[in-house]
């Protein structure tokens, strides 16, 4: 089966421009994770979202948001871009929200954003 | 989530087992723990994760020890393409438990030829 899509691959934009990332996840999975990763701070966690509601947030200014469709496909958004968001944006999807037993997330390969 | 500590790097030759250390010596008795790896400009793979009893899958063992304050992750034979980051994260797998991965630096594993 598919696995986790994430578009665009690769990504170059302006400071203070802002940017849309997409996520799609594999088919029947309704949860969706978003990471930034950088050689700095490694892997962090931005924010989560199942059945269309954010359910938990990273430590992330404001200008980070994101939104998930009925279909479970998620956007993140990036505004007023500065240089340190310049990073590998990872998407993880996994079956269930509220689950007794873990099954392990499934990456996308990311979106590499470089802001100039 | 217990914090996790894994040497920087290892090397293993190709063929061999490769054993991956991780301590965890703060784990709260409703963690797991997990085992994920990231291969050069891919996302995180999950490989295993375990409670307490040692576990077993077709990419790894997963071995805890029995006060479950460390554990090692064993790659059988491995090969040039197992060269990558692995990362060792524990967690709490509850109803309505926050679901985020806590990843640390985790260990460079390079299998040489």
């Known amino acids: 089966k598919a696995g986790v899509t994430q578009t665009p691959r690769y990504l170059i934009k302006t400071r203070g421009q802002q940017v849309t990332l997409s996520c799609s996840p594999i088919s029947g999975h309704r949860s969706v994770s978003w990471y930034q990763q950088t050689p700095g701070q490694g892997l962090q966690f931005l924010f989560e979202y199942f059945s269309e509601t954010q359910r938990n947030k990273g430590n992330f200014p404001g200008r980070f948001s994101g939104r998930q469709f009925s279909n479970s496909r998620s956007e993140m958004n990036v505004s007023t871009l500065e240089l340190g968001d310049s990073a590998l944006y990872l998407c993880a999807s996994s079956p269930r929200f509220l689950d007794t037993k873990d099954y392990g997330y499934t990456f996308g390969s990311g979106t590499r954003l470089t802001v100039v | 989530d217990a914090k996790t500590t894994q040497p920087p790097s290892m090397d293993c030759a190709e063929g061999r087992a490769a054993n991956l250390p991780c301590n965890h010596s703060t784990i709260s008795g409703n963690e797991y723990v997990y085992w994920y790896r990231q291969i050069h400009s891919q996302g995180p793979q999950y490989i295993i994760h375990g409670l307490k009893n040692n576990e077993t899958n077709e990419m790894a063992s997963l071995i805890i020890t029995e006060d479950r304050k460390s554990s090692t992750l064993i790659l059988p034979h491995a090969t040039l393409r197992d060269t990558a980051v692995y990362y060792c994260?524990?967690?709490?797998?509850?109803?309505?438990?926050?679901?985020?991965?806590?990843f640390g630096s985790g260990t460079q594993l390079t299998v040489l030829p």
């Open positions: 994260i524990v967690r709490v797998d509850s109803m309505g438990s926050a679901r985020q991965l806590t």
